[in-house]
């Protein structure tokens, strides 16, 4: 069965220290691997995604996340966080063979203090 | 700019009355999906449109409809809403894709939809 597991549920970080946002998937599939951002009442904002090229993923606002299929995990990651990072954060595994599925996490709530 | 446009952002119905929610694209995407997102929780598909094949996930309620006129134009009808209903509606775009590959979706503002 796929699944994705974020590990967190709210994350909490000083503005300027690092962030990171972790995700496990189970997949039977090689998969295509997206995260996306929320800011409140908005809609969903795509970061960056993974899609069976460079493992190492850079995606916006200074984002990357890194594919490591021994440990089925892509991981997000931001050297230095900035007050307009705090958003919930969804890590989405989309399956498109034998199938159509797209599978999300439940999500990430990040909060940055001053 | 290119983008995905929902129509209302808010909308307050009635117990049991009749609800249409409207999203278009100017991104000429095959795919467009609708999703149900309540308060702190992840976004949950209800289905989507591969071109003009309709295609319904096996747990989304019967009361959810959808119609696709044309490739712009997705609408998201509630036939009798209910309490439970209430909730921000998600459309979102993508491009078709062929097994093994797949692309990013590119989501609407969302429509908050409230039952009195």
């Known amino acids: 069965a796929q699944s994705v597991t974020q590990l967190d549920s709210h994350v909490s970080v000083s503005e300027g220290t690092p962030v990171l946002l972790r995700c496990n998937y189970s997949?039977?599939?090689?998969?295509?691997l997206f995260w996306y951002v929320q800011h409140p009442n908005k809609g969903l904002q795509l970061l960056l995604k993974?899609?069976?090229?460079?493992?190492l993923v850079k995606g916006i606002n200074g984002f990357e996340a890194e594919f490591k299929k021994s440990e089925t995990s892509f991981h997000l990651t931001k050297p230095s966080a900035h007050m307009s990072d705090a958003a919930e954060y969804f890590c989405?595994?989309?399956?498109?063979?034998?199938?159509?599925?797209?599978?999300f996490g439940a999500g990430t709530r990040l909060f940055v203090k001053a | 700019d290119a983008m995905v446009i929902q129509n209302p952002r808010y909308q307050v119905t009635q117990f049991g009355k009749p609800v249409t929610l409207s999203c278009s694209q100017t991104?000429?995407?095959?795919?467009m999906y609708w999703y149900q997102q309540k308060s702190s929780q992840a976004p949950k598909l209800l289905f989507h449109?591969?071109?003009?094949?309709?295609?319904n996930e096996a747990d989304t309620p019967d009361n959810f409809q959808s119609r696709r006129p044309n490739t712009s134009f997705c609408f998201l009808d509630i036939r009798s809403p209910g309490l439970g209903d209430a909730a921000m509606y998600l459309c979102?775009?993508?491009?078709?894709?062929?097994?093994?590959?797949?692309?990013?979706?590119?989501f609407g503002p969302g429509t908050r939809l409230t039952v009195t």
């Open positions: 993974y899609t069976s090229a460079a493992t």
């Open positions: 997949s039977s599939y090689s998969p295509s």
């Open positions: 449109y591969y071109d003009k094949d309709f295609n």
């Open positions: 991104l000429n995407h095959n795919v």
């Open positions: 989405v595994v989309d399956l498109r063979t034998g199938g159509f599925k797209t599978i």
């Open positions: 979102a775009t993508s491009r078709g894709s062929s097994i093994g590959s797949s692309y990013e979706q590119y």
